[in-house]
């Protein structure tokens, strides 16, 4: 059984960065693609970046690729969220998520994840 424990997140400033980690145990981890999306109240979940644990790839949703940055620790098996120049906009619940699967399969599709961190909540002061 796949656990997914966030941890990061709280209250930030306009402009300032934020760090959320995923820590991921159950699942082989050379073989999944694991995901970070946010929502916010009264919108849907939003992708935000994903990445294949088996391979090099990455993937960043087009409107915060000058803001985000998705990174991991193979070694402990950790999937980290970089925030920089954060604003008032990306205040939101962040969840972590993964599945089983190779960088083909790596999309920010909510739909395609059955295991989900249990969420932090990130908020950004003007």
């Known amino acids: 059984q796949a656990h997914l424990v966030q941890s990061g997140g709280g209250s930030v400033e306009f402009g300032g960065s934020m760090r959320l980690s995923c820590a991921v145990s159950?699942?082989?981890?050379?073989?999944?693609?694991v995901s970070w999306f946010r929502q916010a109240p009264g919108k849907e979940r939003e992708g935000v970046a994903a990445t294949a644990t088996g391979s090099t790839f990455t993937l960043i949703a087009d409107s915060l690729k000058d803001r985000f940055a998705i990174s991991r620790d193979d070694s402990k098996n950790t999937v980290y969220l970089q925030m920089t120049g954060l604003k008032p906009e990306d205040t939101a619940m962040y969840y972590c998520?993964?599945?089983?699967?190779?960088?083909?399969?790596?999309?920010?599709?909510?739909?395609?994840?059955?295991?989900w961190g249990q969420g932090t909540q990130v908020t950004v002061s003007s």
């Open positions: 998520a993964a599945t089983i699967g190779n960088w083909v399969s790596c999309e920010l599709n909510p739909r395609r994840f059955g295991y």
């Open positions: 159950g699942l082989a981890w050379s073989s999944n693609c």
